[in-house]
């Protein structure tokens, strides 16, 4: 159902937006968001492929993200077992994808670069805890809500649902564009294609399981669809990111390249896994997930 009247003009005289948060925070956003739009088009035109492949990357997770609110919008429904099985399907393929898409890069990168075998999975090593670790100080100090496990952290109260959903999304999203900007920046053009595409498959199911909790919270079908489909354009806002921090040096390249599989592995393990196996379909999720990891495996060490 729609939202109450009383609410929409409770939020237009506190200056919050329909979507939850402060009306400046959004506009800020947005001028920030054009500032990067004009950068990344330049940067284009002057031939940078990394960046168009960064953008056309994150561009594609983002319409998956998309594509999945498609049946809310249309009144059709997914039993939960064959979302948590495709749940798990993308957590078996952005978990192949981590380690034959980034984590082996960067080994081979980090030896290109003078690193001895004990010194280059050292420093894989430790940007991999970075990544995870970054992402694991974010879960803890950000208020957020997991999509079945309810609300965490001490504030809140203060933050609206919607808010609090769109947040939540931004945190999954972005170490997934982050490892797409990573991969287009490295020298493997073929495995960042796969990890692009294999990031996508994930985010249909996700895309789905996001709008459908909003809906469920009280919200209109297509506001909750609409804040699902915004929440996807996260992704190539990380890709071309991650492009632009890595192109100061090439040093940072492994770095990022572990750090990004890092922050990737802690989205699997702390919010896709659990989420597939909370209602009691773990078999279905396993079994997804291995197959997602070996079909990733196989076109990752195939077409590279």
């Known amino acids: 159902m729609d939202e109450p009247a009383a609410l929409t003009r409770d939020k237009q005289k506190a200056g919050t937006s329909p979507f939850g948060g402060p009306r400046w925070l959004w506009v800020v956003m947005g001028l920030v968001l054009c500032m990067l739009g004009l950068h990344v088009c330049q940067q284009i035109l002057a031939g940078n492929w990394a960046m168009r492949g960064a953008l056309w990357g994150g561009m594609a997770a983002a319409a998956a993200t998309a594509l999945g609110t498609l049946p809310l919008l249309f009144s059709q429904t997914y039993s939960q077992r064959f979302i948590d099985t495709m749940m798990g399907f993308g957590a078996g393929v952005m978990l192949a994808a981590s380690g034959f ?93 796969s990890l692009a595409a294999g990031i996508s498959i994930q985010d249909i199911p996700e895309g789905m399981v996001v709008a459908l909790a909003l809906c469920s919270a009280g919200y209109s079908r297509r506001l909750s669809a609409c804040i699902a489909m915004l929440s996807g354009l996260i992704e190539p806002l990380a890709a071309v990111l991650g492009v632009m921090v890595l192109g100061i040096s090439s040093a940072l390249l492994p770095w990022g390249l572990a750090a990004a599989a890092g922050a990737m592995l802690f989205v699997i393990s702390h919010e896709i896994i659990p989420e597939s196996h909370r209602q009691g379909h773990e078999a279905w999720a396993t079994g997804g997930l291995i197959l997602g990891f070996v079909l990733m495996m196989v076109l990752d060490t195939s077409l590279s």
């Not at 170490?175 to 991969?183: D, H, K, M, W």
């Open 101 to 193: 898409s980034l984590i082996l890069p960067a080994l081979h990168v980090a030896a290109e670069q003078g690193a001895s075998a004990w010194a280059g999975s050292s420093l894989v090593g430790l940007g991999i805890l970075l990544g995870a670790g970054a992402l694991f100080l974010i879960d803890q100090l950000t208020p957020h809500e997991h999509f079945v496990k309810g609300v965490e952290g001490g504030r809140k109260r203060a933050m609206r649902r919607a808010w609090l959903f769109t947040l939540a999304i931004m945190l999954h999203n972005f170490p997934e564009g982050l490892a797409i900007g990573v991969a287009f920046a490295g020298t493997d053009s073929v495995g960042a294609q």
